[in-house]
């Protein structure tokens, strides 16, 4: 299949490029488009058929669960069989935006999108583009990020197109996603609510809102059916060449790979230590957490593209507002 890629204006997106992009959505086709965290690929969340091409053209095992996009906090009430306190509290102040709530779902929700499990994932991006096309299509939209399975997340379309090219209808280029990383997945359907995957929305902010809630660890879960979250999965949101998370500033590592005659990719803090030897391409990484997750896959992405043998990570602080980014630094790291 031939991929169509549609240029549209990030704050106020053409009319005729979002009717264009809708029309494949309602006819069962998938379109993948940005939000304000990554770029998703859509389809109609209501069509089985439609997003059973989603878990083909991504290749992402039937037991992952799908996140459904909405436009309007009204839309995510007629998934879901209730709606607490909290799912209205946490709705009032962080959407539209990067929070992703997991309520038990509805029938109207097909059996696919949550993969069979008893709970649906919502969300109501904040992207212009994300909300317009939803609006246009009339349906939820089912999106996870629009990658291959176990790939990096794509913050750009070209990200997309490269993994994606042929796969799918179309893309919508709305340029650089401003996020950067995937959003905060928060399960209600649990007493006290539980943190599936940290995100650009982190748990104080949530605990702010509602009070306690259960807090992200390295759970691991074997041979369950659906998978809880991402985070059950060890290797996920992974560059190609293997990347090192070291606790110091790098240089050390990054020097040892350079003296075995390794290309190096080297993101660190430091700005100011002297570059160890030519096969070392430093990059020096802001020091705002939200700066850095903004540009943490851009990065990954072009180490890939310029085909680095590896990539040595200096650790950001052990502190909340790293907490998103650490994780997926971890994922990365973990071997394959
Ligand atoms: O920022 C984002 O969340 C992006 C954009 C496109 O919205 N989407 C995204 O989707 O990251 P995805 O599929 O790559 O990651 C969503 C994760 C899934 O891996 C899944 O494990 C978890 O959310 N999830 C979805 N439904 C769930 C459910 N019912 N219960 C628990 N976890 C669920
Ligand atoms: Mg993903």
Redesign the pocket.
């Known amino acids: 299949m031939r991929t169509e890629l549609l240029s549209v204006n990030p704050g106020d997106p053409e009319p005729e490029a979002i009717a264009r992009a809708a029309d494949v959505l309602r006819a069962g086709g998938l379109v993948a488009f940005p939000?304000e965290?990554?770029?998703?690929l859509g389809a109609n969340a209501l069509d089985a058929a439609a997003v059973a091409r989603i878990f083909l053209a991504k290749g992402r095992p039937a037991n992952?669960?799908?996140?459904v996009?909405v436009a309007h906090p009204s839309a995510a009430r007629d998934l879901v069989t209730a709606w607490p306190q909290t799912a209205d509290e946490l709705a009032k102040r962080f959407w539209p935006g990067?929070l992703?709530l997991?309520l038990p779902r509805s029938s109207a929700v097909p059996d696919i999108v949550?993969a069979g499990?008893p709970?649906?994932?919502v969300?109501m991006?904040a992207h212009a583009v994300a909300r317009a096309l939803i609006v246009a299509a009339g349906v939820p939209l089912a999106?996870?990020?629009a990658n291959r399975s176990t790939r990096l997340?794509p913050t750009r379309a070209e990200h997309v197109m490269r993994d994606l090219d042929g796969r799918i209808q179309l893309v919508l280029d709305g340029g650089r996603t401003a996020g950067g990383l995937?959003?905060t997945?928060l399960?209600l359907s649990t007493t006290p609510p539980r943190l599936?995957?940290p995100g650009l929305i982190v748990p104080g902010q949530i605990v702010a809102a509602i009070g306690p809630i259960m807090e992200h660890g390295e759970q691991r879960l074997l041979g369950s059916s659906p998978?809880?979250?991402?985070g059950m999965m060890g290797r996920h949101y992974a560059p190609r060449a293997s990347l090192e998370l070291v606790e110091d500033d790098g240089w050390q590592r990054a020097d040892a790979h350079g003296r075995a005659h390794r290309t190096v990719a080297w993101l660190t803090f430091a700005g100011s230590l002297p570059c160890p030897q030519k096969e070392v391409k430093r990059i020096v990484m802001p020091r705002d957490p939200g700066l850095y997750a903004s540009f943490l896959y851009e990065v990954l992405h072009a180490c890939d593209e310029a085909g680095v043998d590896r990539i040595v990570v200096a650790s950001p602080p052990d502190a909340e507002e790293w907490l998103a980014v650490r994780d997926r630094l971890r994922r990365a790291a973990t071997p394959a």
């Open positions: 939000t965290t990554v770029y998703g992952n669960p799908l996140i996009h990067p992703t997991v949550t499990g709970t649906v994932a969300r991006p999106a996870p990020s997340s995937e959003s997945v399960d599936l995957r998978l809880p979250s991402p």
